[in-house]
């Protein structure tokens, strides 16, 4: 008997697109995460449809054929300032770059130009399923009282799963979450600081398996970010989003969670909210504020 909890998944950055990196000798992370989910055969399958006098289904063939895996990841720092996370590779292969600045702290904003790729190993109680080329997108998710979340999403090229053995998993390096709340979180808006109750910002990159005569790739071909925050609201004096909804009002927004070494944040210099609407958090009233990323100048930050 297999049991659905025994999993794990690793990863490494590849030198060459599609050529298995772990198997090339590269070290293998381990993640560590949780809903880890995969489908070992996505694609498509086109039917035959012939005429042969029968009715009913033709047979079929698979047409296309490709990998996705998903996993969620604490969103923490990396234990020590000027050092990128164990999930800093994940955010590569989802269009981001990494820039260290001056050993104090580690950026990841948009980088269009990437070809980051990873080899992942899904093993799943005695079978190994390989991605090859794997290359995706993420959402973030922060929620008062909770722990602050990176779900990713990945693409990638099939490979004929096989028997394997569960290896040995070493997570050292990855940090505990810290829960977001008046202790470790803080929030700013238009440089204003907001009682904030969740933040939700969603890549959205589009991710393409494209084959044709000898070329077989995934492709990033476009992003278009979308958020959500929800905030108490305050008197309109102090605040007034249907103004900045109405004018389009670009501002900055800034969050910010942890300690030093296990410090993140995600901000943006160009942001718009749309339109809102009210809501309720335990009888206080609320805003809840599409946030619109503008361009590309949004950063996830490790410090």
């Not at 720092?77 to 996370?85: H, L, N, R, Y």
């Not at 925050?229 to 969670?257: C, N, Q, R, W, Y």
Request: hydrophobic share 40%.
């Amino acid at each position: 008997m297999r049991k659905t909890r025994k999993k794990v998944l690793l990863f490494a950055a590849e030198t060459a697109y599609g050529v298995d990196a772990i198997d090339a000798g590269e070290t293998a992370t381990a993640l560590l995460g949780r809903n880890v989910t995969i489908t070992p055969m996505a694609g498509d399958n086109t039917s035959l449809d012939y005429d042969d006098g029968t009715l009913g289904n033709s047979p079929e063939v698979a047409t296309e054929i490709y990998g996705t895996v998903e996993v969620e990841v604490d969103w923490a720092g990396s234990g020590a300032a000027g050092t990128a996370t164990k999930y800093a590779p994940l955010l590569q292969a989802c269009l981001r770059g990494q820039n260290i600045t001056a050993d104090t702290s580690v950026a990841h904003a948009i980088d269009d130009t990437s070809e980051a790729s990873l080899t992942l190993y899904f093993h799943y109680d005695g079978v190994l399923h390989a991605l090859l080329g794997a290359r995706g997108t993420f959402k973030l998710n922060a929620t008062a009282k909770q722990f602050p979340t990176l779900t990713f999403t990945f693409t990638g090229l099939f490979v004929k799963p096989t028997v394997a053995a569960m290896p040995a998993a070493d997570f050292a390096g990855w940090q505990k979450p810290l829960k977001v709340g008046v202790e470790y979180s803080a929030c700013t808006l238009g440089g204003q600081a907001v009682k904030l109750i969740s933040l939700d910002y969603d890549q959205a990159n589009t991710v393409n398996h494209a084959e044709y005569v000898g070329f077989e790739e995934v492709q990033i071909t476009d992003f278009a970010p979308t958020g959500k925050i929800v905030l108490e609201a305050a008197s309109l004096g102090e605040f007034d989003p249907f103004t900045a909804a109405k004018d389009g009002t670009e501002m900055a927004f800034e969050f910010t969670h942890g300690v030093a070494g296990n410090q993140v944040s995600w901000a943006s210099s160009r942001v718009q909210l749309g339109r809102p609407t009210y809501g309720d958090q335990d009888g206080t009233l609320t805003y809840e504020l599409p946030l619109i990323p503008i361009s590309n100048v949004d950063t996830l930050t490790n410090a």
